[in-house]
């Protein structure tokens, strides 16, 4: 809780002990896994676990900054799937003669901040809640994405490219440096720069804020413009781990994004939580899902366990003095 | 534009805009205005406005109900998995599992006081979890002789009208009865248009709340049982396609966001404009994938034109 501007006021020690709450389900999810199940916890599967968790941390990085503000962004899967067909092709491909290489990404970066913009201005302008606008907005992504590929995919040929994800450093997948790289700037964003505090003030009371001259809607567009971004790099990974595009390849995430932001302890209501939280959160959600494939457990339940864990997350973090009216 | 016209335009604004697609796609296609086709379009919307006419009655307090699509796929597994031993039953069987995924979501919205938008898309996640694990992941056929059977209620005709269309006008039927003449339907719109004024007048708003989620999703589930009879199967990922028009016909209608103000009537004008737009570009020749990013245009202007400022001063 270094990051939030306006510091709580002090905690009493049960306050202080649900801070750590999504730790120390962590730290018992994985216990109790790792006793039924002692693969779970050999350095073979924890590396398994860190690959799987990359892409899913770098959507939950842009979906917390949303939802620190008490917004929500559905348009995670439409990003995403935007993001791994526009990789697929601008790099070698088996559909067109592009061959970018690298330089794709800053562009594909681009594309998910435009989406994020475009999200912002309609939610900022014309005032229409987060959700819907996001929900219509996936829609249409998904829609451009089988648009661009008339419904096909692309195979990436580039297999350079394809290290961003697969090649190895220290024994550790690229990937999950790419996702801590993310992290880090995730976090430093929120904790020094103006955007950050701004993003948990505008969560920890908009009403108070108007009256400041903090610019509320800029912030906002400017949260979900940065969310977009890090859905695009969410896209680029996905692309460069399966070696293709198409437009499904979103399908599944929004649930992990969600479920894992809110696990961690970041408030639907706004202003508590952050990129520290989520990066927890989405190691219990991984961590659970590998620990009941390992199980035996078939991997459709999955989504099923996330739909509860949901629930119970939000349920637990809801605080009833300052929610009257739930809609 | 003095405000009681600009009301009264947008009461009507609906069913003007439908007359208007209708003859435009009329004009633009003379095989449109048969009879046979017109027939066609509304036994294809109906499925389309039994889904969004259970999201009516959630929108109409306020909240959103994000897990139809789910539900309405997994009671068409559940329809397929007991055809064959429980023959008839399995209609109510079916019902009877979209409900009480509507109840969970209705408990979770109202007792554990998660937002609707939420608790609805983590119950469709359960939901599809359901469908899977039921059908193994496969798609399931329903025998030729079973549809025969016991399907005749929905491939049928009726008075040379399609069974579908009748399902239609009866949903349509009762859902106009319990939102005018029901306590329930009336204490609905008191919700929507004032919770606080709703509680103090000793509405039990939870109950409310909870019994529109189960609506909802019973109606869903009785889409998918119809959908599912059109298709001769049921399958998970059946109604996967159907959030989308079905959010959309309801706000189109003109039913807003905000809750309070609206109607099923509206949302069968609504899910007919949805219907014509997408037959219409069909007519056109735009690719189906581009209507989806229309029809995501469509959604957004038209929350834009519903909402009611007034009643959220913040918009999150």
């Known amino acids: 809780m270094a990051a939030s501007a306006i510091r709580l006021p002090p905690a009493s020690r049960i306050e202080r002990l649900r801070a750590f709450t999504p730790v120390i389900v962590l730290v018992v999810v994985f216990a109790v896994i790792g006793a039924i199940a002692p693969a779970f916890l050999s350095i073979d599967n924890l590396v398994r676990i860190m690959n799987a968790s990359a892409i899913p941390l770098c959507l939950a990085l842009g979906a917390t900054f949303i939802i620190l503000m008490g917004s929500i962004d559905l348009s995670v899967e439409g990003v995403v799937a935007m993001g791994a067909v526009l990789t697929a092709l601008l790099v070698q491909n088996g559909a067109n003669a592009n061959d970018l290489g690298f330089l ?93 505090r701004w993003i948990f003030a505008v969560g920890g009371g908009e009403d108070i804020l108007r009256l400041t001259s903090v610019p509320v809607g800029r912030v906002r567009i400017l949260a979900f413009t940065l969310a977009g971004v890090f859905y695009g790099l969410g896209g680029i990974l996905s692309a460069a781990q399966l070696g293709q595009g198409h437009a499904l390849m979103g399908q599944g995430r929004l649930f992990t994004t969600i479920t894992a932001v809110v696990v961690g302890g970041t408030s639907l209501m706004g202003g508590q939580g952050g990129v520290q939280n989520t990066l927890v959160g989405v190691l219990i959600v991984v961590g659970l899902a590998n620990g009941m494939v390992l199980m035996g457990v078939p991997p459709y339940v999955q989504t099923g366990v996330q739909g509860v864990l949901i629930i119970a997350a939000v349920a637990l973090a809801v605080d009833r003095s300052r929610a009257r009216i739930i809609k | 534009m003095n405000p009681a016209v600009a009301a009264r335009l947008r009461d009507v604004a609906p069913i003007l805009t439908l007359i208007l ?56 597994v559940v329809m397929a ?7 008839y039953g399995a209609f109510p069987a079916a ?52 549809r025969h059977a016991y399907l005749w209620w929905i491939t049928g005709r009726m008075l040379g009208i399609p069974a579908e269309i009748w399902l239609g006008l009866i949903v349509l039927a009762i859902c106009l009865f319990v939102e005018r003449y029901t306590l329930f339907g009336r204490w609905s719109l008191a919700v929507g248009a004032g919770e606080p004024a709703a509680v103090a007048s000793g509405v039990p708003v939870a109950l409310v709340k909870l019994l529109a989620c189960v609506v909802s999703a019973t109606l869903a589930a009785f889409a998918g049982m119809v959908l599912g009879g059109r298709l001769v199967a049921g399958s998970p990922t059946l109604a996967n396609e159907f959030l989308l028009p079905a959010v959309a016909a309801v706000v189109v209608g003109g039913t807003a966001l905000t809750g309070g103000v609206g109607s099923v009537w509206r949302t069968l004008i609504g899910a007919l404009i949805v219907s014509v737009v997408r037959v219409g570009m069909t007519f056109l020749g735009v690719d189906v994938f581009v209507q989806q990013i229309v029809l995501g245009i469509v959604l957004i202007l038209a929350v834009w034109i519903t909402i009611d400022r007034a009643k959220i001063p913040i918009v999150k």
């Not at chain 2, 998995?81 to 023959?87: Q, V």
């Open chain 2, 95 to 146: 019902l009877a599992a979209g409900a009480l995924l509507g109840l969970a979501n209705g408990l979770a919205f109202t007792r554990l006081r998660v937002p609707s938008f939420i608790s609805s898309l983590a119950v469709g996640g359960i939901a599809t979890a359901l469908a899977l694990a039921f059908s193994g992941t496969r798609s399931i056929p329903i025998g030729e002789e079973l």
């Open chain 1, 104 to 196: 794709a990404i800053p562009l594909v970066l681009l594309m998910g901040a435009a989406f994020g913009f475009v999200n912002g201005v309609v939610h900022v302008k014309l005032q229409i809640p987060s959700f819907m606008v996001t929900l219509g907005m996936s829609f249409i992504a998904i829609g451009i994405a089988t648009v661009m590929l008339a419904g096909e995919r692309v195979r990436i040929t580039d297999t350079t490219f394809r290290e961003l994800a697969l090649g190895r450093v220290l024994g550790i997948p690229m990937g999950v440096w790419v996702a801590l790289a993310a992290t880090l700037v995730a976090y430093v964003i929120q904790t020094r720069t103006r955007l950050g």
């Open chain 2, 81 to 87: 998995l007991l055809l064959p031993s429980l023959g």
């Open chain 2, 21 to 76: 697609l209708v003859l435009v796609v009329g004009i633009g296609s003379r095989g449109f205005l048969s009879p046979e086709t017109l027939l066609v379009l509304a036994a294809d919307t109906s499925t389309l406005f039994i889904m969004a006419a259970g999201i009516t009655f959630v929108i109409l307090l306020g909240g959103i109900d994000l897990s139809v699509q789910a539900v309405a796929s997994m009671s068409s």
